[in-house]
């Protein structure tokens, strides 16, 4: 099931950053990953309730993200650690359905994959701030 679970928060991620970088409608561009993914129903269901609960709490996450790495603008942040930053402070602070420690791993794994050298350790930091005042 991870493998499957982390295969469906790539899908979720990839969806993330087209929507963000080219404007597209978060439907359209999540049907069409995932018609294009073997993934299971349910697998297919985590990516749109992942999609749709960063798009409904956008104002919120990007909130966090103002908070907890004030130095970085969000609209300055690599596109790509935006999405992953977004995606990993809904599973914390929104969706409550997974360990943080298990959304947080997952989202370094993400910024290890597809961001750049210094991705993985920024994404790292802010999340651990965001898990240290959350957990207080």
């Known amino acids: 099931m991870t493998g499957t679970?982390?295969?469906?928060?790539?899908?979720?991620?990839?969806s993330?950053?087209?929507?963000d970088a080219v404007g597209r409608r978060p439907e359209g561009v999540v049907e069409r990953l995932l018609a294009e993914a073997?993934?299971?129903?349910?697998?297919?269901d985590f990516v749109r309730e992942l999609v749709n609960g960063v798009a409904l709490n956008r104002d919120?996450?990007?909130g966090n993200i103002?908070?907890?790495?004030?130095?970085?603008?969000?609209?300055?942040?690599?596109?790509?650690d935006r999405n992953i930053l977004r995606l990993?402070?809904?599973e914390i602070l929104f969706d409550n359905k997974v360990p943080v420690k298990v959304?947080?791993?997952?989202?370094?794994?993400?910024?290890?994959t597809y961001g750049s050298d210094?991705?993985?350790?920024?994404?790292n930091g802010v999340l651990g701030s965001i898990v240290t005042l959350a957990s207080r």
């Open 38 to 44: 073997d993934l299971s129903a349910e697998n297919k």
């Open 88 to 90: 990993a402070i809904f």
């Open 60 to 62: 919120d996450i990007d």
């Open 103 to 112: 959304a947080v791993n997952e989202a370094v794994e993400l910024a290890k």
């Open 66 to 80: 103002r908070r907890f790495a004030p130095a970085w603008p969000v609209d300055q942040i690599a596109v790509i």
């Open 118 to 123: 210094n991705s993985a350790r920024f994404i």
């Open 5 to 14: 679970r982390h295969k469906a928060r790539t899908i979720a991620l990839q």
């Open 16 to 19: 993330l950053y087209e929507i």
